[in-house]
């Protein structure tokens, strides 16, 4: 971001650049990218593994979590129940929402899924480790064929042929 003086009007304004969010360091591609390793590292393998702070790590979650809840209108957690014991907390729960825009792809996990205006009703499962008062790893599973198959990726009654079928 830069300030800049208009000469015509005199007003000073900020520059957005579009790849940059206010006064964060890291670009928004950055942060996404150290979110999508979070799911599969710890927070702190994943920013020793690139040579960064876990702080930078929670903001691409933030990032990360800011534009998944865009994708479903009224996106709402019900929490079913928790369970903690030692240094684990465990949540159950299921999300509910309509999809609002395109899903992209995540490589190896899931495709691109068109926009439909389907409901959505997927049961998920937390898993935290706590150290020190802090979140130190989090395990999220997910119900993905649930999921994919409410949102017309596939039809679920004719899987094999609306999956396998050739192109």
């Known amino acids: 971001m830069r300030r800049v003086d208009c000469r015509r009007c005199g007003v000073v304004t900020v520059e957005e650049a579009p790849w940059g969010d206010g006064k964060r360091t890291l670009t928004k591609a950055s942060m ?3 979110a ?3 799911r ?3 927070w702190k393998e994943t920013a020793e593994a690139f040579r960064t702070s876990w702080d930078k790590v929670f903001d691409g979650l ?21 369970v ?17 825009r395109d899903l992209d792809p995540i490589p190896h996990h899931s495709p691109g899924i068109p926009n439909r205006g389907k409901a959505l009703h997927m049961p998920e499962m937390e898993m935290f480790r706590v150290v020190d008062g802090k979140l ?3 395990w999220l599973f997910n119900d993905i064929w649930g999921t994919h ?13 609306s999956v396998c079928a050739p192109k």
């Open 84 to 100: 903690a014991e030692g240094d684990l907390v465990v949540d159950r729960f299921y999300s509910t929402g309509r999809q609002a």
């Open 62 to 82: 933030i990032k990360d979590w800011a534009y998944e809840r865009a994708a479903f209108l009224d996106l709402t957690e019900h929490v079913q129940a928790t």
């Open 32 to 34: 996404l990218f150290l």
């Open 36 to 38: 999508r390793w979070a």
């Open 136 to 138: 130190a790893e989090q």
């Open 149 to 161: 198959a409410q949102l017309g990726l596939f039809d679920p009654d004719n899987w094999k042929a």
């Open 40 to 42: 599969r590292l710890s």
